[in-house]
DNA sequence: GCCACCGGTGGC
DNA sequence: GCCACCGGTGGC
């Protein structure tokens, strides 16, 4: 809401979300967008490749506007932002210097539903198709694997990001009455971050802090 | 039967 | 307290 000034640089870039009915795997990310490090406005990256570039070496490769120029002909810091925080995105924080996903493989984010125990979880698709969950799953199919060549665990990340929102993510020991019957409830903290949560499924996140962050489109059943 | 999603917990 | 890991299961 209140629009703090940062040099974060964020990323986030547009997936489509077209309704596309394969039964491919898909994201639960919206878009993907940076922050201008020179004046803070979001630009979306588009695609997940170049996201996922960008937010490896966000470090030492800070973002500008016109590193957009790539995608984006003349764009500068004067053109409007591509994206503001007006309610009607969720977003999340990316953490930093994820490496980037090994060739013919998918990383995939999956934003959980409000109230639960976690946020996101991450898990990665191999280029035959199967899901890896863990550190562990990847270090066994990479010894199931030989033939894939140069490949070591160390390129792999299941960090999540972050939610912006606060108590998108159910505390360990809040009531679990909570979440069912809330009418005579007093929350314990944070009162408004439950008004927010009334406009159910537009709430929002937003990154910050030279992170890359990732939007989640409106939840559409 | 499969798998996407969620909860729980052990280890740090 | 956080989060990596994995089991369970509901919905398809």
Redesign the pocket.
Same mark, same amino acid.
């Given at each position: 809401m209140e629009g703090k000034p940062n040099r974060s640089d964020a990323i986030g870039n547009k997936t489509s979300l077209s309704k596309k009915t394969s039964?491919r795997?898909?994201d +639960?990310i919206a878009a993907y967008t940076v922050q201008c490090e020179k004046c803070s406005k979001w630009r979306f990256i588009p695609t997940k490749e170049k996201y996922e570039e960008i937010r490896e070496r966000l470090a030492e490769q800070p973002f500008f506007c016109e590193t957009a120029r790539e995608w984006h002909l003349d764009l500068s810091c004067d053109d409007e932002p591509d994206v503001v925080r007006d309610g009607s995105w969720r977003w999340a924080i990316d953490k930093p210097s994820i490496p980037q996903c090994p060739p013919g493989w998918q990383r995939?984010l999956?934003?959980?539903?409000k109230?639960?125990?976690?946020f996101a979880?991450?898990?990665y698709v191999t280029p035959s198709s199967k899901?890896l969950? +863990?550190?562990?799953?990847?270090?066994s199919y990479l010894n199931e694997h030989p033939e894939l060549p140069g490949l070591t665990a160390s390129q792999f990340s299941?960090?999540?990001p972050?939610p912006l929102e606060e108590n998108y993510v159910?505390?360990?020991?809040a009531r679990?009455v909570t979440?069912h019957d809330m009418s005579d409830t007093v929350m314990p903290v944070n009162p408004t971050s439950w008004v927010v949560s009334d406009q159910k499924r537009d709430s929002h996140l937003v990154g910050e802090e030279g992170s890359t962050s990732y939007v989640e489109a409106p939840a559409q059943s």
């Open positions: 039964k795997v898909w +639960s995939i999956r934003i959980r539903a109230g639960g125990t976690k979880d991450v898990y899901r969950r +863990s550190m562990m799953e990847v270090q299941f960090q999540i972050s159910r505390k360990r020991h679990s979440l």
